[in-house]
């Protein structure tokens, strides 16, 4: 299997640095990060993930925007979205999951969760 290209979108750095440092310890993968949806749609075209971590909140071009510019363009089996989100109403996950987003994490993040997530969604992705 090829290796997986994931792409860590939060505004916060602290949250990136978080998913990053997990990624980079535990799963065999190239990771990239953007800290705003503007800076995410540009290493979309650049980096090519299979795999997306984004956070919905983010000021400006947002994670639902992210979501409707990725899924304009490529399917779920092409590139998974998994949002990571304090925002974990019942709503709020209907909309991601209508949008097109493979799966959901609530924050905080546990280890674990992440990891078994990304194995899940890497397995479909990648084959």
């Known amino acids: 299997m090829k290796k997986c290209k994931i792409l860590i979108v939060d505004d ?4 990136v640095t978080l998913i990053s440092t997990i990624i980079k310890k535990k799963l065999d993968a190239y990771s990239d990060t ?3 949806g503007e800076e995410a749609l540009k290493k979309i075209e650049s980096f090519n993930p299979d795999i997306i971590i984004l ?3 983010m000021p400006g ?3 639902w925007d992210v ?3 990725v899924r304009s363009k490529h399917g779920k089996d092409e590139v998974a979205i998994i949002v990571t989100s304090a925002i974990t109403d019942e709503v ?3 909309e991601c999951y209508d949008l097109g987003v493979n799966d ?4 905080p993040i546990l280890q674990n969760k992440l990891l078994d997530t990304i194995r899940r969604q890497a397995e479909i992705i990648l084959g």
């Open 12 to 15: 916060i750095p602290t949250n």
């Open 34 to 36: 953007a800290l705003s």
């Open 55 to 57: 956070d919905l909140m």
């Open 61 to 63: 071009v947002d994670g």
């Open 67 to 69: 979501i409707r510019s």
């Open 92 to 94: 709020n996950m209907a």
């Open 104 to 107: 959901f994490i609530e924050k």
